[in-house]
């Protein structure tokens, strides 16, 4: 039989030396293993066989609470529990200001470190997750890598993460070291722009808020202006901690409540929610949104604030919730600077709102009788001694002919209080250092105390003030007491002044420091603490004289420059003045009260650069006022 295997040639024509030396190869490829070697290799093995179980028992035993510890350190996560600030409410118990769930991003630095990763990674995962620039981070408190060793322990982000948000970041956390989600409050502003110098806004917290109170190193927001700022300590509340089971992605489970956060007490203020609405809407109305204006209505019976509008305002529910820069830049920009506080921090000529201080010092010094008669011919004339050719003219704004003191202040002739300021002819005056005396006495030239930040005094000038100014030659003169005497040449006051003073005049003399507070309140909405009204003083002048300068008040209201007043459901008595500016238009102002008999409010308007108070801050007024007796409760 044929085999069809091939054979191959080599196996044919083997030769013979092949052959021979065959078995010799293959003897020495199959030499046996010496008793030497067999030894070592058993020692080599059983020596890492040894290692290995050493190790494992050292992991296990030595090393396994350590281990232990780690997983449940990943496992269990303490996280910090934000309470919500207390809310606010209007006088009449409307809400103002209120709180609503939300969640925030942290930053926690201890957690970052331990992790080893790089500041820029954890970054830029979040930026492309969120939808964010690097900008965006530094401007809300992300740590660069340089400043993470001095960066605060725990760094809010994000104030108000929105849904879709909260769902891209909860699955990448275990790719984000140091980054929490956690529970907050969002601020929810009820009216925000008519209510913003009022309530004002809390934002991130910052190295200077620390060194002022480093209680707040650990805090999430600290209020920033207005009552939010003022009341901060009261409204923030104490935060909690909570011990959190988490799965390997780092989401949470199930929780344990360490310690209970308490939220943050209730404040009731003075402020009558409608009557600031009707104010601001009125002043955005009347001047079409292009002018700055304020309005300020007291009780005069004892400083509460019914109404404090600053115009424009700017919204508080952007800045609480972590306004970009560009945004706040463009607030910035604003030409009528929302951000700036006129009520209580503009410093303003008051023009002839000043007329009733001056009469009523006049009348307390015995300067002159309210019925005398000076005649107004329009200006006066002081000469020069050394240029008689050079006299100095003081005028009026129209000539009057023959005024008493109530004719002067209803038609606001400024001769007649030129001559009983500064003195004129054979008719003595005040003089600056009493006008001075006075004006302090009525609350001008120093702040009043109103409980927000941001409060200016103003200034009523005198000798001493010129020579330091360095205006002119430092000399002061007769037409400087003038000047003052109606309320130009450097007097500076607030609308809040104007306001306090007015009510002192309507009330009978008694000055009282403004209040936007009026009860503080537990956490079951009881009276924790009842604010009460602060006398600053009383008895500056008589009565009798305040009696004469309110009836001359009313007489502005039945045939002076403030007519448009006279048809309301009660009576007023009021003052109006034009304030010279420097270019451009005058300021227009109004002060008044109501009823004149036993006043409930003192209200105080002033538009900047608007022309005569008479025709622009009175139509404002008598709004307001109309709408305040009409809606009372």
């Not at 404040?267 to 109305?285: F, H, M, N, P, R």
């Amino acid at each position: 039989m044929q085999s069809n295997t091939p054979i191959d040639p080599d196996e044919i024509l083997m030769d013979s030396i092949s052959l021979r030396g065959g078995d010799t190869v293959e003897a020495k490829i199959e030499r046996p293993l010496s008793s030497f070697s067999s030894f070592a290799f058993f020692v080599i093995a059983a020596a890492g066989f040894l290692y290995l179980f050493l190790r494992a028992e050292v992991l296990q035993v030595a090393s396994g609470e350590d281990l232990f510890l780690k997983s449940q350190e990943n496992r269990f996560l303490t996280r910090p529990l934000f309470p919500p600030r207390g809310t606010m409410y209007d006088r009449n118990r409307e809400p103002i200001v209120e709180n609503v769930p939300s969640f925030g991003l942290v930053f926690e630095k201890a957690k970052f470190i331990k992790a080893r990763a790089r500041i820029s990674d954890v970054r830029a995962r979040l930026g492309k997750i969120l939808k964010k620039d690097e900008a965006y981070f530094y401007e809300n408190g992300f740590p660069r890598e340089e400043d993470l060793a001095t960066a605060r322990e725990q760094i809010f982000i994000l104030r108000d993460l929105s849904v879709p948000q909260v769902v891209a970041l909860t699955p990448a956390l275990d790719l984000l070291p140091g980054i929490q989600i956690v529970e907050n409050y969002k601020r929810v502003y009820r009216d925000p722009f008519q209510n913003s110098h009022i309530v004002g806004y809390i934002g991130k917290i910052s190295p200077e808020d620390i060194k002022k109170n480093p209680m707040l190193e650990k805090e999430e927001s600290v209020g920033k202006s207005g009552i939010e700022g003022f009341y901060d300590q009261a409204l923030r509340g104490t935060g909690g901690k909570k011990i959190v089971e988490a799965n390997s992605r780092g989401i949470e489970t199930q929780f344990k409540l360490l310690e209970k956060p308490e939220e943050g007490l209730p404040l009731v203020l003075t402020i009558d929610e409608g009557l600031q609405k009707i104010a601001y809407d009125l002043i955005e109305s009347y001047t079409e949104g292009k002018k700055g204006a304020s309005a300020v209505i007291i009780d005069p019976q004892s400083g509460a604030v019914r109404a404090l509008v600053s115009y424009p305002g700017f919204d508080i529910n952007s800045f609480s919730s972590a306004l970009g820069a560009k945004e706040f830049q463009q607030v910035l920009r604003d030409p009528l600077t929302p951000l700036f506080n006129r009520a209580i921090a503009g410093e303003f000529p008051s023009g002839s709102t000043i007329k009733p201080l001056i009469a009523s010092a006049a009348l307390q010094e015995r300067i002159i009788d309210p019925n005398k008669k000076i005649y107004d011919e329009g200006f006066i004339t002081v000469s020069n001694p050394y240029h008689p050719e050079q006299a100095a003219i003081f005028k009026d704004w129209r000539k009057h002919g023959w005024v008493n003191m109530y004719d002067a202040i209803a038609v606001s002739a400024n001769v007649y209080f030129y001559t009983i300021g500064g003195g004129y002819k054979d008719q003595g005056g005040l003089g600056i250092e009493r006008i001075k005396k006075y004006a302090e006495l009525f609350g001008l030239g120093a702040r009043l105390g109103i409980d927000i930040p941001g409060e200016r005094p103003g200034m009523i000038p005198d000798p001493d003030t010129k020579k330091a100014s360095g205006a002119d030659d430092g000399i002061w003169r007769i037409g400087d007491t003038y000047n003052v005497s109606i309320g130009q040449g450097g007097v500076k006051v607030t609308p809040l002044q104007m306001t306090a003073l007015t009510a002192a005049i309507a009330n009978g003399g008694k000055l009282y420091k403004p209040y936007l507070v009026q009860s503080v309140l537990d956490r079951e909405g009881k009276v924790e603490k009842e604010m009460t009204p602060v006398l600053i003083r009383e008895k500056m002048v008589g009565k009798e004289a305040l009696r004469e300068v309110v009836h001359a008040m009313r007489q502005t209201v039945t045939s002076g420059t403030a007519r448009r007043l006279a048809d309301l459901p009660v009576s007023v008595g009021a003052k109006t003045g034009t304030a010279q500016a420097g270019a451009g238009l005058p300021h227009a102002w109004v002060t008044a009260f109501a009823p004149a008999e036993n006043p409930e409010i003192a209200i105080t308007v002033m538009v900047e650069h608007a022309g005569e108070g008479s025709t622009v801050a009175v139509p404002i007024t008598r709004e307001i006022l109309n709408w305040y007796f009409t809606h009372k409760k």
